[in-house]
Protein backbone atom coordinates (compact mmCIF):
# COMPACT_ATOMS: atom_id res chain seq x y z
CA UNK A 1 0.00 0.00 0.00
CA UNK A 2 1.27 3.35 -0.97
CA UNK A 3 1.26 5.41 2.21
CA UNK A 4 2.46 8.96 3.39
CA UNK A 5 3.44 9.48 6.68
CA UNK A 6 4.12 12.98 8.64
CA UNK A 7 5.11 13.59 12.12
CA UNK A 8 4.79 14.86 14.17
CA UNK A 9 0.92 15.39 13.66
CA UNK A 10 0.76 18.77 16.11
CA UNK A 11 3.69 20.79 17.60
CA UNK A 12 3.87 23.59 19.57
CA UNK A 13 6.89 26.38 19.61
CA UNK A 14 7.81 29.71 20.80
CA UNK A 15 8.64 32.36 17.92
CA UNK A 16 11.88 32.06 16.66
CA UNK A 17 12.90 28.53 17.12
CA UNK A 18 13.93 26.14 13.97
CA UNK A 19 11.26 23.43 13.35
CA UNK A 20 11.16 20.73 11.50
CA UNK A 21 8.52 18.67 10.04
CA UNK A 22 9.03 15.26 8.61
CA UNK A 23 7.29 13.08 5.87
CA UNK A 24 8.01 9.60 4.87
CA UNK A 25 6.62 7.17 2.14
CA UNK A 26 6.74 3.77 1.05
CA UNK A 27 7.68 3.34 -2.20
CA UNK A 28 9.39 5.33 -4.50
CA UNK A 29 8.40 8.44 -6.15
CA UNK A 30 8.47 10.89 -8.84
CA UNK A 31 7.85 14.16 -7.08
CA UNK A 32 6.93 15.51 -3.80
CA UNK A 33 5.22 18.67 -2.58
CA UNK A 34 4.87 20.55 0.16
CA UNK A 35 1.38 21.99 1.01
CA UNK A 36 0.48 25.34 3.64
CA UNK A 37 -2.70 25.30 4.86
CA UNK A 38 -4.10 28.12 6.74
CA UNK A 39 -7.24 28.33 9.05
CA UNK A 40 -9.51 29.43 6.47
CA UNK A 41 -8.73 26.47 4.44
CA UNK A 42 -6.64 27.74 1.59
CA UNK A 43 -3.64 26.00 -0.08
CA UNK A 44 -0.79 27.13 -0.95
CA UNK A 45 2.14 25.34 -2.98
CA UNK A 46 5.20 25.76 -0.96
CA UNK A 47 7.70 23.07 -2.51
CA UNK A 48 8.07 20.85 -5.26
CA UNK A 49 10.90 18.76 -5.36
CA UNK A 50 12.19 15.32 -6.71
CA UNK A 51 16.07 15.19 -5.32
CA UNK A 52 18.04 17.55 -3.04
CA UNK A 53 16.74 21.10 -1.63
CA UNK A 54 14.68 24.04 -2.26
CA UNK A 55 15.23 26.82 0.18
CA UNK A 56 12.77 29.97 0.00
CA UNK A 57 12.84 32.63 2.52
CA UNK A 58 12.78 30.99 5.87
CA UNK A 59 11.21 27.45 4.22
CA UNK A 60 14.20 24.91 3.68
CA UNK A 61 12.70 21.76 1.93
CA UNK A 62 15.39 18.74 1.51
CA UNK A 63 14.34 15.04 0.21
CA UNK A 64 16.70 12.05 0.64
CA UNK A 65 15.67 9.26 -2.41
CA UNK A 66 16.96 6.77 -0.24
CA UNK A 67 15.60 6.78 2.63
CA UNK A 68 12.09 7.75 1.04
CA UNK A 69 12.13 11.15 3.51
CA UNK A 70 11.11 15.09 3.20
CA UNK A 71 12.03 17.36 6.12
CA UNK A 72 10.69 20.66 5.97
CA UNK A 73 12.07 23.18 7.81
CA UNK A 74 11.10 26.67 8.89
CA UNK A 75 14.48 29.13 10.49
CA UNK A 76 13.43 31.50 12.61
CA UNK A 77 9.88 30.61 13.32
CA UNK A 78 7.28 33.51 13.05
CA UNK A 79 3.10 33.49 14.48
CA UNK A 80 2.25 33.80 10.93
CA UNK A 81 3.70 30.27 10.44
CA UNK A 82 1.08 28.75 12.08
CA UNK A 83 -0.52 26.47 10.04
CA UNK A 84 -1.33 22.97 9.09
CA UNK A 85 1.62 21.31 6.66
CA UNK A 86 0.83 19.21 4.07
CA UNK A 87 3.37 16.26 2.11
CA UNK A 88 1.97 15.02 -0.65
CA UNK A 89 3.84 12.29 -3.17
CA UNK A 90 3.27 11.52 -7.17
CA UNK A 91 4.76 7.68 -7.91
CA UNK A 92 6.00 7.36 -11.25
CA UNK A 93 3.56 7.33 -13.75
CA UNK A 94 0.65 8.80 -11.83
CA UNK A 95 -1.02 11.75 -12.69
CA UNK A 96 -2.75 12.13 -8.61
CA UNK A 97 -1.10 13.10 -5.70
CA UNK A 98 -1.20 10.69 -2.53
CA UNK A 99 -1.75 13.05 0.67
CA UNK A 100 -0.36 13.16 4.28
CA UNK A 101 -2.54 14.03 6.94
CA UNK A 102 -0.88 16.87 7.50
CA UNK A 103 1.05 18.44 10.68
CA UNK A 104 -0.47 21.33 12.74
CA UNK A 105 1.77 24.03 13.86
CA UNK A 106 1.18 26.59 16.24
CA UNK A 107 3.78 29.28 16.73
CA UNK A 108 3.31 31.50 19.97
CA UNK A 109 4.55 34.92 20.03
CA UNK B 1 -4.92 38.44 -11.20
CA UNK B 2 -4.60 34.67 -11.93
CA UNK B 3 -6.16 32.27 -9.78
CA UNK B 4 -8.78 29.61 -8.79
CA UNK B 5 -11.88 30.49 -7.70
CA UNK B 6 -14.89 28.40 -5.88
CA UNK B 7 -17.85 29.44 -4.89
CA UNK B 8 -19.88 29.41 -2.57
CA UNK B 9 -16.88 29.80 0.89
CA UNK B 10 -20.01 27.70 2.69
CA UNK B 11 -23.02 25.43 1.75
CA UNK B 12 -25.39 24.54 3.64
CA UNK B 13 -27.89 21.80 1.97
CA UNK B 14 -30.71 19.73 3.31
CA UNK B 15 -30.04 16.35 2.95
CA UNK B 16 -31.21 14.26 0.09
CA UNK B 17 -30.52 17.55 -2.56
CA UNK B 18 -28.11 17.04 -4.98
CA UNK B 19 -25.56 20.75 -4.69
CA UNK B 20 -23.27 21.79 -7.26
CA UNK B 21 -19.81 23.43 -6.44
CA UNK B 22 -18.00 25.71 -8.69
CA UNK B 23 -14.63 25.62 -9.59
CA UNK B 24 -12.82 28.39 -12.39
CA UNK B 25 -9.35 28.77 -13.21
CA UNK B 26 -7.80 31.29 -15.60
CA UNK B 27 -4.45 30.00 -15.76
CA UNK B 28 -4.96 28.18 -18.96
CA UNK B 29 -4.46 24.98 -16.91
CA UNK B 30 -5.47 21.98 -19.07
CA UNK B 31 -5.87 19.63 -15.40
CA UNK B 32 -8.36 19.98 -12.63
CA UNK B 33 -8.73 18.21 -9.60
CA UNK B 34 -11.45 18.15 -7.23
CA UNK B 35 -10.77 16.87 -3.52
CA UNK B 36 -12.10 16.27 -0.35
CA UNK B 37 -11.22 16.65 2.82
CA UNK B 38 -12.06 15.24 6.35
CA UNK B 39 -11.26 16.21 9.61
CA UNK B 40 -7.67 14.22 10.73
CA UNK B 41 -7.47 12.72 7.45
CA UNK B 42 -5.53 13.49 3.89
CA UNK B 43 -7.26 15.20 0.91
CA UNK B 44 -8.70 12.76 -1.51
CA UNK B 45 -9.28 12.31 -5.14
CA UNK B 46 -12.79 12.64 -6.15
CA UNK B 47 -12.37 13.38 -10.01
CA UNK B 48 -9.59 14.65 -11.94
CA UNK B 49 -9.65 15.99 -15.80
CA UNK B 50 -6.79 16.29 -17.83
CA UNK B 51 -8.73 18.45 -20.55
CA UNK B 52 -12.09 19.18 -21.56
CA UNK B 53 -14.92 16.81 -22.34
CA UNK B 54 -12.87 14.16 -20.64
CA UNK B 55 -13.01 13.11 -16.87
CA UNK B 56 -11.83 10.58 -14.40
CA UNK B 57 -12.75 9.08 -11.09
CA UNK B 58 -10.23 9.24 -8.35
CA UNK B 59 -10.11 7.29 -5.42
CA UNK B 60 -13.45 8.40 -3.75
CA UNK B 61 -16.08 8.67 -6.96
CA UNK B 62 -19.23 7.28 -5.50
CA UNK B 63 -21.87 9.34 -5.00
CA UNK B 64 -20.09 12.65 -6.99
CA UNK B 65 -20.41 13.63 -10.59
CA UNK B 66 -18.59 16.10 -12.88
CA UNK B 67 -18.28 17.74 -16.63
CA UNK B 68 -15.51 19.57 -18.12
CA UNK B 69 -17.28 21.38 -21.03
CA UNK B 70 -14.92 24.58 -20.97
CA UNK B 71 -11.16 24.17 -19.89
CA UNK B 72 -11.65 27.25 -17.00
CA UNK B 73 -14.81 25.32 -15.45
CA UNK B 74 -15.06 22.17 -13.48
CA UNK B 75 -18.34 22.01 -11.90
CA UNK B 76 -18.81 18.86 -9.15
CA UNK B 77 -22.18 17.56 -7.90
CA UNK B 78 -22.22 16.50 -4.52
CA UNK B 79 -25.51 13.64 -5.29
CA UNK B 80 -28.14 12.21 -2.94
CA UNK B 81 -26.24 9.07 -3.39
CA UNK B 82 -22.82 10.00 -1.50
CA UNK B 83 -23.79 8.68 2.30
CA UNK B 84 -21.62 11.54 3.99
CA UNK B 85 -21.28 14.54 1.80
CA UNK B 86 -20.26 17.34 5.12
CA UNK B 87 -17.13 18.14 3.93
CA UNK B 88 -14.73 20.80 2.89
CA UNK B 89 -14.09 20.75 -1.07
CA UNK B 90 -10.81 21.54 -2.39
CA UNK B 91 -10.64 22.46 -6.47
CA UNK B 92 -6.96 22.78 -7.69
CA UNK B 93 -5.32 22.77 -11.49
CA UNK B 94 -2.25 21.94 -12.57
CA UNK B 95 -0.35 23.27 -16.31
CA UNK B 96 0.45 19.39 -17.49
CA UNK B 97 -1.80 17.02 -18.39
CA UNK B 98 0.80 14.62 -19.33
CA UNK B 99 2.57 11.97 -17.06
CA UNK B 100 6.07 12.72 -18.32
CA UNK B 101 6.19 16.05 -16.77
CA UNK B 102 4.61 16.63 -13.05
CA UNK B 103 3.65 20.88 -12.31
CA UNK B 104 2.76 22.09 -9.27
CA UNK B 105 -0.93 22.29 -8.22
CA UNK B 106 -2.50 25.34 -7.23
CA UNK B 107 -5.57 25.39 -5.05
CA UNK B 108 -9.00 27.34 -4.55
CA UNK B 109 -10.06 28.71 -1.52
CA UNK B 110 -12.14 25.94 -0.93
CA UNK B 111 -16.03 25.42 0.01
CA UNK B 112 -17.58 23.77 3.51
CA UNK B 113 -20.62 21.95 2.68
CA UNK B 114 -22.91 21.01 5.51
CA UNK B 115 -26.08 18.20 4.76
CA UNK B 116 -28.68 18.99 7.39
Known amino acids: KNEVEQSPQNLTAQEGEFITINCSYS?????LHWLQQHPGGGIVSLFMLSSGKKKHGRLIATINIQEKHSSLHITASHPRDSAVYIC???????????FGKGMKLTVNP | DGGITQSPKYLFRKEGQNVTLSCEQNLNHDAMYWYRQDPGQGLRLIYYSQIVNDFQKGDIAEGYSVSREKKESFPLTVTSAQKNPTAFYLC???????????????FGPGTRLTVL
Open chain 1, 27 to 31: VGISA
Open chain 1, 88 to 98: AVRWGGSEKLV
Open chain 2, 92 to 106: ASSSQRGVETYNEQF
